[in-house]
């Protein structure tokens, strides 16, 4: 399925069933975590764009991640900020350098 088609299907689910697409859009990588970038500042998707960036990270995009991650914490929801900092620390285990 193509990247734009799963981020629409992801925008518009319930957030019950959401995270069904997460996988999905996460394995397009690097665009995927420039896609969902935008998102970061939505309370409605913010947490669901962390996930996606952690797990693209977590399949091959750990240093991209980290950096949108790092620069988007003093942006996100404050509900979502925990969600960063967990998100950050398990991807730092895969590229310590950062």
């Given amino acids: 399925m193509q990247l734009s088609v799963l981020l629409e299907e992801a925008e518009t689910a319930s957030p019950m069933h959401r995270i069904e697409w997460r996988d999905r859009i996460a394995a397009h990588g690097a665009q995927a975590i420039e896609e969902v970038r935008p998102w970061l500042r939505s309370p409605a998707l913010a947490a669901f764009a962390v996930r996606v ?29 925990g969600d960063v900092d967990w998100a950050l620390r398990r991807l730092r285990v895969l590229a310590p350098g950062s």
């Fill in 53 to 81: 960036i952690e797990r693209a990270g977590v399949e091959g995009e750990p240093d991209l991640a980290i950096e949108v991650l790092k620069s988007a914490r003093s942006k996100v929801p404050a509900a979502v900020k």
